[in-house]
């Protein structure tokens, strides 16, 4: 019996967890389906790192990959369960307590990813996976390594302007965009000096 091909289980299983809302939206099943589909696609990715990425399963950097699908899948789970129980009223939070809880999970993100980024391999399915760094290492390498430079202190810039003005959603943005923005900028640069418009 011929295998299925890793990469068409997770784009069904993609295309399942944004159809599941649609098919069953009472709040409960909206929230759990797509997280099953979700973390079944984290799985097939888990079991399938080194095929999927080029590399030998007993590579270092595969490690490094399934440490990072792991922690995925783990915050993954962590937010499904924490809007199952606010869902069913199991818990209740104040708007404020869920914008603190939101932004401790968005600092969660960025010191571990920040962390493990500069070990990441180019690959088309883990890291900052913009056109440019895709298609070239030197971007690749580029926009990671400042990925693991600016992290710590985004993270603390972020926590601490949270605590200090209570603007959750606007610093999130602001964070977000800083985080994403400059190694992508920064990498673009590096590719477009390798490789000049013509």
Not at 5 to 28: G, T, Y
Not at 143 to 162: D, E, K, N, V
Request: glycine share 8%; aromatic share 8%; net charge positive.
């Amino acid at each position: 019996m011929k295998k299925t091909d890793p990469r068409l289980l997770i784009l069904f299983l993609s295309v399942l967890a944004l159809l599941c809302p649609l098919l069953f939206p009472q709040p409960l099943l909206s929230i759990l389906l797509p997280a099953a589909c979700l973390l079944a696609a984290g799985v097939v990715l888990y079991r399938n790192l080194g095929p999927l990425s080029g590399l030998q399963d007993d590579h270092p950097k595969v490690g490094t990959l399934r440490l990072v699908t792991a922690f995925n899948c783990m915050l993954l789970l962590l937010c499904t369960v924490s809007a199952a129980l606010l869902a069913t009223g199991a818990i209740h939070l104040s708007e404020r307590d869920e914008q603190y809880l939101a932004a401790a999970i968005v600092s969660i993100l960025i010191l571990f990813i920040g962390n493990l980024a500069p070990k990441l391999p180019r690959t088309g399915h883990t890291g900052l996976r913009l056109p440019w760094t895709v298609a070239d290492d030197d971007a690749w390498i580029c926009a990671h390594r400042i990925l693991g430079y600016i992290s710590f202190p985004l993270a603390c810039f972020y926590l601490a302007g949270t605590f200090a003005t209570g603007c959750v959603e606007p610093l999130t943005g602001l964070v977000m965009l800083l985080w994403i923005g400059i190694p992508g900028a920064l990498s673009y640069r590096v590719y477009r000096q390798k490789f000049p418009r013509k």
